[in-house]
Nanobody
């Protein structure tokens, strides 16, 4: 499966953005999907994930502000981000992996990755 992330941009603190991750090629309905991010000088970290049965899991920093969702018709996954903070500035990556019951915020196991889309939160 090929993944294409989009929707990044520059926004002021408190603003919102919606990221999209489109899937093409051989997509699997029972794969989990996730969003990771990597800020300059930091390791990549998991932000949110969604399982095939639409179970979701969020990092502590994303809880209450970000929402991950899936459009099953075309395999697109979204990350709606509200109340953005400067510390949310990072390249955001979408990923797909064969987690059939529970999704994971750990990179290991995700076998398809999209290119990053840059989110900059600054006044």
């Amino acid at each position: 499966v090929q993944l294409q992330a989009s929707g990044g941009g520059s926004v002021q603190p408190g603003g919102s953005l919606r990221l999209s991750c489109a899937a093409s090629g051989f997509t699997l309905d029972y794969d989990s999907r996730a969003w990771f991010r990597q800020a300059p000088g930091k390791e990549r970290e998991g932000v949110a994930c969604i399982s095939p049965n639409d179970g979701t899991f969020y990092s502590e920093s994303a809880k209450g502000r970000f929402t991950i969702s899936r459009e099953n018709a075309n395999g697109t996954v979204y990350l709606q981000m509200h109340s953005l903070k400067p510390e949310d500035t990072a390249a955001y990556y979408c990923a797909s992996g064969p987690f059939t019951v529970y999704c994971s915020l750990v990179e290991e196991g995700y076998n398809s990755w999209g290119r990053g889309t840059l989110v900059t939160v600054s006044s």
